[in-house]
């Protein structure tokens, strides 16, 4: 398994920015595709984007629609997520996650190590 611990969350106001990091360590970093999720109070965790082993290829849940941008630094073992034009919608617990595969991946059975959460809440 890979260990993860995200940082970056906090209180931002609608229109506003946040960048979210995940800093990996265990198991080869590169080798493995990694996303975030996100869960909000009450609802079913939701899958937010994803980047392939490389970073040649991204994936995002259909509301993100361009506001987020999803990258990683294999050098340094960490992957990020740039979220703008937020809005209090996306108010939630932002997980990162390792997958168990090399391709980019929405469905969260294929992830096996997850971080402890970052809480982002965007006001009105």
Known sequence: QVQLVESGGGLVQAGGSLRLSCAA?????SS????????????EREFVAAINWSGSSTYYGDFVKGRFTISRDNAKNTVSLQMNSLEPEDTAVYYCAASLLTTAQAMSAFYDSWGQGTQVTVSS
């Open 32 to 43: 493995n595709a990694m996303g975030w999720f996100r869960q909000a109070p009450g609802k």
């Open 25 to 29: 360590s265990g198991r080869t970093f």
